[in-house]
């Protein structure tokens, strides 16, 4: 069997299909050299010393975990001195991180979401590392970069993955040509081809969603969980089964491989928090990937990629998945 590297990969898509620029093949790299990084240091667990809490919280008032720091830093590391970035966005900083004597000049922006599942890191349950790569706008105004210029919808990311930490890390990947998927090679240190197109089953009987929220789910969200645990004696007609990781990259990467759909929606908490995922370091990304593999994503009502962000940190409702159940989720919407 032949193998291609994800260098190789890259290189293709850059000379044979133009899909992406020699800057953000190089930026790739360096985001995957650096979830190489993280994967290290979460396979030495306890020995490593990088399990437990800090005493620090994050900017959505989360307690961090020594391992969200650290996968901060190592992506902030090693793309500081590589590619071709102006500024960086984290789940885990308050705001924009500029790239020193860089801006005005870098055409990129690289947001990230270092440690996603981090509930799952102390009991060796499957983690990861979302990524988005944006055009800067301000490229070319000779301007300074500003937080403003990340807010912009999905459908603009040049780019976007996710590494999950599992059994076998791997890495998969959009540069809007459809969706591939790399598995470490430990032993050689490098990301080899494992899937050249995903594509996800546009039907599914599985569903992903914590349903230990439901009574603060909105009305249509119940309506279709209830239709889901009806089986085949309800109006779906078929029997359902459900499988809740708690890690977004894990739970998506399950739909990539064989179908279903996730959900994480808004909800009627007092909180007044649309929901509890991340649009601009979880949300888009996973939903460029899903709709790169042939799926859906939406808030409940619209196209998630179609959303104008209008602050960083700003979280949303998700439901994404094989395409047809994630229809039905939206016509209960508009049914409401
Ligand atoms: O613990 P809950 O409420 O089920 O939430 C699980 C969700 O929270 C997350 O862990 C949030 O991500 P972070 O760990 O990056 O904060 C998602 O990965 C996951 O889908
Ligand atoms: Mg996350
Ligand atoms: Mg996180």
Redesign the pocket.
């Known amino acids: 069997m032949t193998r291609k590297t994800l260098t190789q990969y890259l290189v293709e898509q850059q000379r044979q299909k133009k899909a992406v620029s020699a800057e953000v093949r190089l930026l790739i790299e360096t985001v995957a050299r650096a979830c190489k990084a993280i994967n290290h240091a979460v396979s030495k667990g306890a020995l490593g010393g990088v399990l437990g809490s800090l005493e620090t919280e994050n900017v959505q008032g ?1 307690v961090q975990k020594k391992l969200d720091v650290l996968s901060n830093e190592i992506l902030l590391e090693a793309n500081e001195w590589g590619g071709h970035l102006a500024a960086m966005a984290s ?1 885990e900083m308050e705001t924009i991180h500029r790239i020193p004597n860089r801006y005005p000049k870098g055409e990129y922006l690289l947001l990230f ?1 270092p ?5 799952n890191i102390d009991v060796n349950v499957s983690i990861g590392t979302i990524f988005s790569v944006l055009h800067a706008p301000h490229h070319t105004s000779g301007r300074e970069v500003e937080e403003e210029d990340f807010l912009q919808p999905g459908s603009q990311q040049v780019a976007a993955g996710y590494a999950v930490y599992g059994p076998q890390a791997m890495l998969v990947l959009t540069v809007g040509t459809g969706v591939v998927s790399f598995t470490l090679d430990r032993e050689m240190g490098s990301w080899v081809l494992t899937n050249e197109d995903i594509k996800i089953p546009e039907q599914t009987s599985e569903f992903a969603i ?1 349903m230990s ?1 439901m009574r603060h789910w909105e009305a249509p969200v119940k309506r279709y969980i209830d239709d889901c645990l009806a089986g085949k004696t309800g109006s779906l007609g078929k029997d359902y089964n459900m499988r ?1 990781i ?4 894990a ?1 998506v990467h399950r739909i990539l491989t064989r179908g279903g759909i996730f959900m ?1 929606p808004r909800d009627e908490r007092p909180s007044g928090k649309a929901g ?2 991340r649009l601009m370091y ?1 949300a888009n990304p996973m939903s460029f990937i899903v709709e790169q593999a042939g799926g859906a994503a939406i808030d409940g009502n619209e196209r998630i990629l179609d959303v104008q962000p209008t602050a960083l940190h700003q979280r949303i409702g998700v439901v994404l998945g094989s395409k047809e159940e994630v229809e039905r989720v939206r016509n209960y919407h508009a049914q409401a």
């Open positions: 989360e789940e979401d440690l996603d599942g981090s509930s914590n929220n809740w708690a890690s977004m990259v739970d994480y509890k995922l979880e």
